[in-house]
Structure formats: structure tokens, C-alpha cells
């Protein structure tokens, strides 16, 4: 069991905010440190700013029972975990600027003894770095209390939830706790043991690092054999969604089903991350990464091919922009890509978007006169070509009389397969 007692949590987003929450319903005395002042005043009402299910109901609790509080500014606590975005540059390697400045905002508040816990998924010596950082900033402090220093702990715990079930999932899967030393990882061990009822387990930090990359380039691989299994499929004239279904009948032999891309802020970066560590080694994993990257320009020219048989003024139904179904998650969506480059490539067309998951359009679209968000039923009933980019419970219940002699382009084998 741990003997920390607070805790700050930098970063509100999709992890942090989860996290927090379930450490707070633990009994833990839990700071969220946010720069979006929205997110923090969201918080501190105790309310949640995105969708996920379940956590409303612990961040009120929390909040209610006074375990949970947030801020702008980085408190004094005995633990920190970090939980910030980690994208990547124009040339794919891993951004740490945002891990950097939650480093230079721990820093000060330092009095020795403290665990410091990067979440965010990183490269291999993201950990190293932050730790850098604030020992740069702290001569005082050190790994290992050397003569005339404090020591601070250093650990890697990277995330392993799925969008819609993060609750359930903080709670019941095994973790990876990776410490730049023994002691660093057992102090994360007995934290993540408050709420973790999964197997922990200890490794050094790079080691904890590349295994959430590997876990996500595992399933980018897959994903990309099933998306370039549609492309050839398609060029023969064979219906990939039966294909695949007789396959997968063989006992050995388990193919995903393709899609429009590959979505999120896990499987659509982090492979990239490997690729930037290992440049030459890493030829799977970047082809992978390349074929998916690929699929979003594919279905446009599906759609495009699609249009020559329909009326000039016919209006296209585009159902679904999130990454992935049921959630209102989107972040690196090939479907939201899809949508934006047709209203951009035919801007004398209407496109009528279905999103049940949000109340406004995203950045990328909200500008552009010739789109709406409207529901499933109004979009379909508006437009002659329907696409489906998301398989949400609400496309699959679309009824087939609401197709008839409509020009439908399924993407998910949502509604067709």
C-alpha cells in the first residue's frame, strides 16, 4: 500500500482526467493541473468536458467529497503524473515540448522524496528526459540522494485504456510500471495499487516506454493488412467483408476489418515513434504505418468514382467522424480528413454530416459553407451518396429502406456486410 497522500496530475485530458478521478474515489487528495482554464473550471464544478462513460459520476464524487480539485498552476504534492500530449513533428519524431514545460512546472515545487510519473505515451528516453529537465533545474535534487542532494523518483506507467471503456479498464488491466530506478518503480508500483486490480508490472523505464509503442504498432500492422486486404480486394472484384468473414473460420487466422484509416492519438502515432528511434531497422512498422496513412486517399477516390453516376448538385451523406465507434474522440481521424478534403474538392456540393457524438463541428469544417452537421436520418434523407466512415450503433441500425436507391460507400461493412 502507498504512503502518498497527494497527488498532481498535469494534463485533463482523455488519461489525466480519468486518473485522477479514480485515484481521488480511492481516498486520494488529488490536484489536476490543466492550462485550459475551460477544463479546470469544468472540473472544479465537478463536471466532465468530454464524453466517456462512467467518469462524470466519479469526477462528481470526487470533487463533492473533496478529493478532487483543479487548477492552472502546478502545486507542491508527494507524487506527480504527468499526462500531457505527445505528438509528432513534421519529420515524426516524438514532440516533448509539453512534457518538458509539466517538468519546468514540477521543478520548483520540489522538496526531495517526491515520485514523478510520466503517463504519456513517448519515446524510449522521454522518462530520462523529463528527469533531465528537472535536475537541471534542481542541482539540489538527484536519482539517488547523493552527498549533498535529495533524491526524486523517476517512473514510466504508460496507459493501456480503450476510448468508452477507460473507466473499466484503468481498473482491471495490467499496467507496466518502468522506473529509472528500483526504488522509483516500486514507489509507482504501490501507487498504481490503489485502484489497479490488474497484475503490475515492474521493468526499467525504457522498457515500459517501448512497450506501449510495440502493443500499438502490434495492432497497426494488423489494421494495415486488413486495409490493404480492401484495396486488392477491391481491384479484383471480390467482396472483402465475405473474404475475410470465410478466413477467419480457419482456427489459426484472426484478420480486423478495414476501415477508412487509422485514427487516435495511440495507433496513428506511436508507431512513428519507433521508426524515428530505429530509421533503418524499422521497415514493417513504417510500411504499415504508410499503408494506413494511405487508406483516407483511397476512399476519397472511391467516393469520387462513386459521384460520376449521380446528378451534379447530388448531395453526399458522410456518417461518422470520430476515430473509432461510440466516441466523441476525434483525434487524428482519417474520417474527419475524408470529410474536410471533399468539402474542400467539391465545394458546389452539399455534404451533410452525421456525428451523434457531438454538438458542433470540428475546426477543420465548421468554416466551410457547404457543410452541415445534421442527424443520420436528416443526412441520409438529403443526399443521394451516403458514406460510411464510423460504424456508431446508430449507423449500424440505419434501416436499408432508408437506402433504397441511394449510392451507398460502406467503409466500415457496417450496413452492407
Not at 528511434?277 to 510500411?287: F, M, S, V
Not at 471533399?342 to 455534404?351: D, G
Request: charge should be negative; include cysteine; glycine fraction near 6%.
Amino acid at each position: 500500500m502507498t504512503n502518498i497522500e497527494s497527488v498532481a496530475v498535469i494534463g485533463l485530458g482523455y488519461i489525466g482526467l480519468p486518473t485522477a478521478a479514480v485515484l481521488a474515489t480511492n481516498g486520494i487528495n488529488v490536484v489536476g493541473v490543466d492550462v485550459n482554464l475551460a477544463t479546470v473550471d469544468a472540473v472544479n464544478r465537478g463536471e466532465v468536458p468530454f464524453v466517456e462513460p462512467d467518469l462524470a459520476v466519479h469526477v462528481a464524487g470526487a470533487v463533492s467529497q473533496g478529493h478532487l480539485k483543479a487548477t492552472t498552476d502546478t502545486p507542491a504534492a508527494q507524487a506527480y503524473i504527468v499526462a500531457v500530449p505527445t505528438p509528432f513533428q513534421s519529420d515524426r519524431s516524438a514532440d516533448l515540448s509539453y512534457i518538458e514545460a509539466a517538468a519546468r512546472g514540477i521543478a520548483p515545487q520540489l522538496q526531495g522524496g517526491e515520485l514523478v510519473i510520466l503517463e504519456s505515451t513517448s519515446p524510449p528516453g522521454a522518462t530520462r528526459r523529463m528527469a533531465d529537465v528537472i535536475l537541471e533545474l534542481r542541482p539540489d535534487l538527484s536519482l539517488d540522494g547523493a552527498p549533498g542532494t535529495q533524491a526524486v523518483h523517476f517512473a514510466h506507467c504508460p496507459e493501456r485504456v480503450l476510448p468508452g471503456r477507460v473507466m473499466i479498464e484503468l481498473v482491471t488491466n495490467d499496467r507496466i510500471v518502468g522506473g529509472l530506478t528500483p526504488e522509483a518503480a516500486r514507489m509507482a508500483k504501490d501507487l498504481y495499487s490503489v485502484f489497479c486490480q490488474g497484475e503490475i508490472l515492474v521493468t526499467d523505464d525504457k522498457t515500459a516506454e517501448m512497450a506501449k509503442l510495440v502493443e500499438n504498432s502490434y495492432r497497426d500492422v494488423n489494421i494495415a493488412f486488413a486495409n490493404e486486404l480492401s484495396i486488392i480486394s477491391e481491384k479484383i472484384g471480390i467482396d472483402v467483408w465475405e473474404l475475410i468473414r470465410l478466413a477467419n473460420h480457419h482456427p489459426r487466422v484472426n484478420i480486423l476489418q478495414p476501415g477508412p484509416g487509422v485514427g487516435g492519438h495511440c495507433i496513428a502515432v506511436d508507431p512513428w515513434f519507433i521508426v524515428a528511434a530505429a530509421p533503418d531497422e524499422a521497415r514493417l512498422i513504417r510500411t504499415a504505418r504508410e499503408v494506413n496513412d494511405a487508406k483516407p486517399e483511397w476512399i476519397f477516390q472511391q467516393i469520387l468514382s462513386a459521384l460520376a453516376g449521380v446528378a451534379d448538385d447530388a448531395e453526399i451523406a458522410v456518417l461518422g467522424l470520430a476515430f473509432k465507434a461510440n466516441i466523441d474522440d476525434l483525434r487524428e481521424s482519417p474520417a474527419v480528413g475524408i470529410a474536410n478534403h471533399l468539402a474542400e474538392a467539391l465545394q458546389n456540393r452539399k455534404i451533410n454530416v452525421a456525428e451523434p457524438h457531438i454538438q458542433k463541428l470540428p475546426r477543420q469544417l465548421a468554416g466551410r459553407s457547404n457543410v452541415e452537421l445534421l442527424s443520420i436520418e436528416e443526412s441520409i434523407d438529403r443526399s443521394e451518396v451516403v458514406v460510411v466512415l464510423v460504424d456508431h450503433d446508430d449507423v449500424k441500425n440505419v434501416s436499408s429502406d432508408s437506402l433504397a436507391g441511394k449510392t451507398v460507400i460502406d467503409t466500415r461493412g457496417a450496413i452492407l456486410a
